[in-house]
């Protein structure tokens, strides 16, 4: 193919509706977005492991388990942006507000079962069996950051409301805002500077509710701004409404569940790691956070995939939800293929921050283990992105059950049995462990692969039938 080919190629790729140009023009908000959410989990890791080797060893553990329960909960309502999605591209704004409320629902539930789970905290993590310090440390971040599930909830769902319509923008500045004031709160909490006291993991996880509740705020502000209720219903869609509630459950509880159930799967590997000792289980802290990096972009990716896919659905147009599939995959692989050579050809990069200001003589096993760990990353991060934009894109025309069964599957078979026969009985070590991990990701991204062949999704809606919609507008 000669080069006017490839260019003349690459030209129409871009330039084609659900190509290259709008995935991208889609995706950057939502990729910097989650990148500055990446960053600020990295930067709060990296100040803990400067406080001690104790601090990041819990807080990874604790955050894991946090955030496993209430990404059930943030999957379920966040799936109001493939509702918004498909109502904006069959035209039935008025449907909006409505479903937007029954993500707020989603969240009140969310808050009374953190509430719930708070004083469940100290007999949890005296089962998991670390160290009594990191146990301590564990259970103080965990209470303190269950406080914060209301408003994180909420704001998935209000970020649906904004980016189902393709306003990616406003879910941007709102997020980096929310994650600078967490960095700032961090670094002013854990260490104790400007006269604040010196908190550690307690001001970590202070800084966390905070910055949730400030973006709280500011996505109610805009959320009901003037012009809204006219065209979405959003003040008068409030009322409870068990048909739509139920159907946002049908299909956004099996994409909670997705998330609930590798993250639950992660923990598991977490906890399981942990019992090899603080070095092992920082190192392995170190080595997902800075997968974090990677893998952050990707979901931005994702999340542009899945919004194109409901809005084409909506219109009716299955043939161009699955050009911004593949559009979206061949610009995701090639920016994970230079994202995994780095981590192999310049893995001391990366782990230069936390060696700061961290103790030398404990960080350079720490080092040494979690550059080995950056390799495993770099192949299964490859194949990450299959997983990533195929689930994204099947689960954008309201594919949910099936990745949710997938990924229960292959999470129990091929990840949390494996880890503890390969810890716990047969006693093959932290590299072994990582091995199952890969070969878990690797399963998994070709079971969505064949599901998005197979082309089932195509005929997939999660709004209702447009007589059913028309009907329910009339009556408002």
């Avoid at 209430?70 to 109001?80: E, Q, R, S």
């Avoid at 269950?146 to 189902?164: E, H, K, N, S, Y």
């Avoid at 603080?278 to 170190?286: E, G």
């Avoid at 194949?383 to 934009?389: E, G, Q």
Wanted: net charge positive; with cysteine; proline share 4%.
């Amino acid at each position: 193919m000669t080069l006017h080919k490839i260019y003349s190629f690459i030209l129409e790729k871009w330039n084609r509706e659900a190509g290259y140009k709008q995935v991208i023009l889609l995706a950057i908000p939502l990729i910097l977005s989650t990148t500055s959410l990446a960053i600020q989990q990295f930067v709060d890791r990296m100040f803990l492991a400067w406080y001690s080797a104790e601090a990041i060893a819990a807080t990874m553990p604790a955050g894991i388990l946090n955030f496993t329960i209430i990404n059930l909960f943030i999957g379920t309502a966040g799936y109001v942006g493939t509702f918004v999605a498909q109502y904006w591209g069959a035209s039935h704004h008025r449907q909006i507000g409505p479903i937007l409320w029954q993500g707020f629902y989603v969240a009140i539930i969310a808050t009374i079962v953190h509430m719930a789970l708070i004083p469940l905290a100290v007999p949890f993590f005296g089962l998991v069996g670390h160290s009594p310090e990191v146990q301590r440390l564990e259970i103080i971040y965990f209470q303190i950051i269950c406080l914060g599930a209301g408003p994180a909830v909420a704001i998935a769902a209000i970020a649906g409301f904004f980016t189902g319509q393709g306003k990616t923008k406003i879910v941007m500045i709102v997020s980096v805002m929310g994650n600078i004031i967490n960095v700032v709160l961090n670094y002013l909490l854990i260490f104790g500077h400007l006269g604040l006291p010196r908190l550690g993991v307690k001001g970590a996880a202070i800084a966390t509710v905070i910055s949730n509740i400030g973006a709280f705020v500011v996505f109610l502000a805009l959320i009901f701004s003037p012009g809204h209720e006219a065209k979405y219903r959003i003040l008068s869609g409030w009322r409870p409404n068990f048909a739509l509630f139920t159907r946002l459950l049908r299909f956004g509880l099996p994409n909670g569940l997705q998330y609930f159930v590798i993250y639950m799967s992660v923990s598991v590997f977490i906890l399981l790691v942990g019992r090899l000792g603080t070095i092992k289980l920082a190192a392995t802290n170190i080595a997902f956070n800075i997968n974090m990096l990677a893998f952050m972009p990707m979901m931005g990716f994702g999340m542009a995939v899945m919004i194109l896919v409901g809005q084409y659905q909506g219109k009716g147009r299955p043939d161009l939800s699955e050009k911004s599939v593949y559009s979206g995959f061949h610009l995701t692989y090639i920016y994970m293929m230079g994202i995994a050579a780095t981590y192999v050809l310049f893995p001391g990069f990366f782990l230069w921050p936390f060696s700061v200001k961290a103790d030398p003589e404990s960080f350079t096993s720490i080092k040494e283990i979690a550059t080995v760990l950056l390799r495993f990353i770099a192949v299964y991060s490859l194949f990450d992105t299959m997983n990533i934009i195929c689930s994204s894109g099947i689960k954008g025309a309201g594919d949910t059950r099936f990745v949710m069964l997938m990924t229960f599957f292959f999470s129990l078979l091929g990840l949390a049995i494996p880890t503890y026969l390969v810890l716990n009985v047969f006693n093959l070590g932290l590299y072994a462990a990582w091995a199952v991990i890969t070969v878990y990701i690797v399963l998994l991204s070709f079971a969505f692969l064949a599901r998005f062949l197979s082309g089932k999704w195509k005929t997939m809606r999660v709004i209702e039938k447009p007589k059913a919609i028309i009907s329910d507008e009339m009556n408002t």
